[in-house]
Each structure stands twice: as C-alpha cells, then as structure tokens.
C-alpha cells in the first residue's frame, strides 16, 4: 500500500474553508484516494474519494494533482462538527480480494469559534 | 438509512476469557472489514470477508478468529484474551465495485481486566 503524509495537525475557523493537505508520491496507478474521518472514539466516517479526477460532494471536496503525488480535502465551510482526526489513505477499491484500509498518522482538525 | 449494527457496544471480560463481537452490515453489502483501534492509536486491519470467504488479512493474532455467514453477518472471536486485547473494535461494510467506501459501525470496546 502507498504511503501517505500528513500534517499532525490545523486549526481552522467556523465558518472558513478548511484545506487539509495529504502527500502519496508512491501511489499506483489503480489506487484510489479515500478521505475519512473520525469524531473521537466513533467509527471512521467515509466522506470522498477519487481516483484522478477532482471530486465533489455534499460533504467536502477533493483536489487531486495531475501527476497524482499528493491532495487537498476541503471543507467549503468548516463547523465545530468537523472537529476530527482525518485521515488520507491510498487503497485498492474495495469488494474484491483487497480494499482494506491502512489508517496512518492523520491530521487532527480543530475548529475553533 | 440502515447502518451497519455492533454488538454489544461494550464488553468487559477477565484475563484468558473468551468474547465474541457481532456485526451486522448494511443489507445488500457484502464484505465486512474488521478492524481493532487501541487506546491512543490509530485503527489497524484485522481481516475481511467478501462473499463469505476471507479476502484478506492483517495483524489479527492467532488467538482471533472470525467468519462471515450466509446471512452475511460476520463475528470476530477472540480466545485466551489478554491486557492488551483491551480497544474498540469496528466493524465496516461495503458494497462490490471499484473505489467503493467502507461504512464503519459504531464499535464494540472490549475491556480486558
């Protein structure tokens, strides 16, 4: 599995956007980027994934560089709620003999009012 | 919607007991990813199932067992339990395809006195 790097930890203001950055220079070709949090001692929440293209839903965005080395999940408008440990992993997709998750260091996001 | 179910969510047992986790995934998904996160630290893979056959597997000790039934429910089995057995242990789910997410259940915390 490619390995990920992430800043231990950001700040971010109610209301503003939230940038989290996340670093795969090994990534393969057929490995997907998955964001997901955790709220403290809940179950990981997925929120985006993609594999080359910029995604987006109704939870976040996801910026992927052309050359697929690193991305940047943002929260358009950053809430107390979205105070999490998140976490930028690289991973085979999933339903077949592989798609296990392999959690690293993580960014924990703190918004602060 | 339906999410995927734990049980119990708490479970207290002795030093060389036995503990049987339970989870339910979400109806029409078919593997189930079990993972252990200790106290402090970040949630490591145990083993999964896809279509009722192991698919992969992590650090899970030899003491640990687990399976998937017809009804694609899954249990995970720990034998000869130890101090540091002691975490929350989630259980995911997730749907066959390419890139599919992993929907995390609540988490059973196991103590092990």
């Known amino acids: 599995d490619a390995k990920t790097t992430q800043p231990p930890s950001m700040d971010c203001a109610e209301g503003r956007a939230a940038n989290l950055p996340c670093n795969h220079s090994?990534?393969?070709?057929?490995?997907?980027v998955y964001w997901y949090r955790q709220i403290h001692s809940q179950g990981p929440q997925y929120i985006i994934h993609g594999l080359k293209n910029n995604e987006t839903n109704e939870m976040a965005s996801l910026i992927i560089t052309e050359d697929r080395k690193s991305s940047t999940l943002i929260l358009p408008h950053a809430t107390l709620r979205d105070t999490a440990v998140y976490y930028c992993?690289?991973?085979?997709?999933?339903?077949?003999?592989?798609?296990?998750?392999?959690f690293g260091q993580g960014t924990i996001l703190t918004v602060h009012p | 919607a339906a999410g995927v179910i734990q049980s119990p969510r708490h479970l207290i047992k002795e030093k060389r007991e036995t503990a049987t986790l339970k989870c339910y995934p979400i109806p029409r998904h078919d593997t189930v990813y079990w993972y252990q996160q200790g106290p402090g630290q970040d949630p490591q893979f145990l083993i999964s199932?896809?279509?009722?056959?192991?698919?992969d597997k992590g650090s899970i000790p030899d003491r640990f067992s687990a399976q998937q039934f017809s009804d694609y429910h899954s249990e995970l089995n720990m034998s000869s339990l130890e101090l540091g057995d002691s975490a929350l242990y989630f259980c995911?789910?997730?749907?066959?395809?390419?890139?599919?997410?992993?929907?995390f259940g609540p988490g059973t915390r196991l103590t092990v006195t």
């Open positions: 995911a789910s997730s749907l066959k395809g390419p890139g599919d997410e992993q929907y």
């Open positions: 992993i690289v991973a085979l997709p999933g339903g077949t003999s592989y798609g296990k998750l392999t």
């Open positions: 199932f896809y279509e009722k056959m192991q698919s």
């Open positions: 090994t990534i393969s070709g057929n490995e997907y």
